[in-house]
Nanobody
Framework: VQLQASGGGLVQPGGSLRLSCAAF????????MRWYRQAPGKQRELVAA???????NFADSVKGRFTISRDSANNTVYLKMNNLKPEDTAVYYCNVEGEKNLGSGVTSDFGSWGQGTQVTVSS
């Protein structure tokens, strides 16, 4: 299963961006879709997650500013980022876990990462 992320860019503090991540392949079901980020010199951190049931959770640093949503029909997850701050600058990665079809009614767990998209918040 491959992921294609898009939507990053340069934005001024206080601005907004929406990231998208679409999953492609023989997908049987998606369990959870997540967004991580990694700033220079820092460890990758979980930003937001959404389960198949629609439950969400967010890092404390983005609560009230970021929302996560999904289009289940198209296996796509979105991260809407509002009131962006310079400290939000990072490469953002999507991560998806679920089951893929192997054929003949057989499935297998998968976990995939997107290629990363740069978000830069600067005046």
């Amino acid at each position: 299963v491959q992921l294609q992320a898009s939507g990053g860019g340069l934005v001024q503090p206080g601005g907004s961006l929406r990231l998208s991540c679409a999953a492609f392949g023989n997908i049987f079901a998606i369990t959870v879709m997540r967004w991580y980020r990694q700033a220079p010199g820092k460890q990758r951190e979980l930003v937001a997650a959404i389960t198949s049931g629609g439950s969400t959770n967010f890092a404390d640093s983005v609560k009230g500013r970021f929302t996560i949503s999904r289009d289940s029909a198209n296996n796509t997850v979105y991260l809407k980022m509002n009131n962006l701050k310079p400290e939000d600058t990072a490469v953002y990665y999507c991560n998806v876990e679920g089951e893929k079809n192997l054929g003949s009614g057989v499935t297998s767990d998968f976990g995939s990462w997107g290629q990363g998209t740069q978000v830069t918040v600067s005046s």
